[in-house]
């Protein structure tokens, strides 16, 4: 069975940090693009971050580039997200998505075959 399991959400204060992980089951991400996405409460889901199936390219939203980092952990089989600075418009579901996309395709989450069940990052004093 193919699975994505996310973790690492939680409830932080504004200018805190939060890791995400994302593991794979089934099968084995480096043959896939791995997306990071986010939807608020009203919102549609917007992309916040991906990495090509060799890890080797990157890709951020504007509004997270230099706060956020995407990173691949093969011999895991998992996924991360480093968020730091983390600010009170961050709060959302967070999902992990894997495809066999373009990699300039890898922000738009209708590529994507595979999804996990989200985290919940609530980002609040």
């Known amino acids: 069975q193919l699975q994505l399991v996310e973790s690492g959400g939680g409830l932080v204060q504004p200018g805190g940090s939060l890791r995400l992980s994302c593991a794979a089951s089934g099968f084995t991400l480096d043959r896939y693009a791995i997306g990071w996405f986010r939807q608020a409460p009203g919102k549609e889901r917007e992309g916040v971050s991906c990495?090509?199936?060799?890890?080797?390219?990157?890709n951020y939203a504007g509004s997270v580039k230099g706060r956020f980092t995407i990173s691949i952990d093969n011999a895991k089989n998992t996924v991360y997200l480093q968020m730091n600075s983390l600010k009170p418009e961050d709060t959302a579901v967070y999902y992990c998505?894997?495809?066999?996309?373009?990699?300039?395709?890898?922000?738009?989450?209708?590529?994507?075959?595979?999804w996990g069940q989200g985290a919940q990052v609530t980002v609040s004093s």
């Open positions: 990495i090509s199936s060799s890890g080797r390219s990157t």
């Open positions: 998505a894997a495809g066999r996309l373009l990699f300039s395709r890898c922000m738009l989450s209708g590529r994507y075959d595979y």
